[in-house]
């Protein structure tokens, strides 16, 4: 009974809705571009930047994901790989088309888009707002109302 109090105390502390970037692994394959791909990906910072829409199917209430490809660059000369999800999956939906960015020297790139969230009954729509900084590689997120 003590373990799940001191379970349960855990949970009630833990933030309800966490976006992170993280490195790409499986949602990242190519065949998990959002179909039509000419739609749901560009380019920022004279190429250097690409995002693209992922839709990895399942799960079906978390299954888009956002790839970000950018500096800084490795060994190798290759960009930085990352995907942005929720809670360790993805959105419940994102509309790309929504996609607006912005630069401000101080942050870096500023990306605005529109997803939603699923909360175990419901889809909600929310205002995903996520930074870029080329030279560290960081990438900040947040979800607004």
């Not at 993280?22 to 749901?40: F, G, K, S, T």
């Not at 399942?58 to 299954?63: I, K, S």
């Amino acid at each position: 009974m003590r373990a799940l109090a001191v379970c349960l105390g855990l949970l009630a502390g833990a933030p309800a809705l966490a976006q992170e970037a993280v490195p790409c692994e499986w949602a990242a394959r190519a065949d998990n571009i959002a179909e039509p791909w000419e739609a749901n990906t560009r380019t920022f910072s004279e190429g250097k930047v690409r995002l693209a829409l992922l839709d990895t199917t399942e799960p079906a209430a978390a299954a888009f994901h956002i790839l970000i490809l950018s500096p800084p660059y490795d060994e190798l000369g290759l960009r930085q790989c990352r995907t942005l999800g929720l809670n360790g999956m993805g959105f419940a939906g994102a509309d790309f088309g929504s996609l607006d960015a912005s630069y401000d020297p101080a942050v870096g790139l500023i990306f605005i888009m529109n997803v939603q969230v699923y909360d175990g009954m419901d889809y909600t729509p929310r205002t995903l707002r996520f930074t870029l900084n080329q030279a560290t590689g960081v990438i900040g997120a947040k979800l607004l109302p």
